[in-house]
């Protein structure tokens, strides 16, 4: 059984349980979570809050980048992309 959150809600669950939610709606896995929300740390998104909206944010920024794999219902962002995609990301929406 899934519960379905609003954004605002989502940002206020525990950890795992708002990374399980990024998980079902956008098909990241534990690792892709934790190196997303380590980079936003770094660059300065300290606040958990905003730092969950900016997750989201790249989240939704990367499914217009066209790289949701059907198949695999997933966001696929291939070997070594990650980093310099949250880096651009940042970068532009500062």
């Known amino acids: 059984m899934t519960v379905a959150f609003s954004n605002k809600e989502a940002f206020s ?3 795992l349980q708002f990374y399980k939610w ?3 709606k956008y098909g990241i896995n534990r690792g892709i979570y934790n190196t ?3 980079l936003l740390f770094e660059k300065g998104y300290i606040d958990v809050y905003e730092r969950r909206f ?4 790249f ?3 990367s499914l217009q980048e066209d790289l949701y794999d059907k ?3 997933a966001i696929k962002f ?3 992309n990650l980093t310099v995609m949250v880096n651009e990301f940042v970068n532009a929406h500062v």
């Open 13 to 15: 669950l525990p950890d």
């Open 22 to 24: 990024c998980g079902l």
């Open 36 to 38: 997303i929300d380590a």
């Open 54 to 57: 900016a997750l989201i944010r």
């Open 59 to 61: 989240l939704e920024y």
């Open 71 to 73: 198949k695999a219902k």
């Open 78 to 80: 291939g070997r070594g």
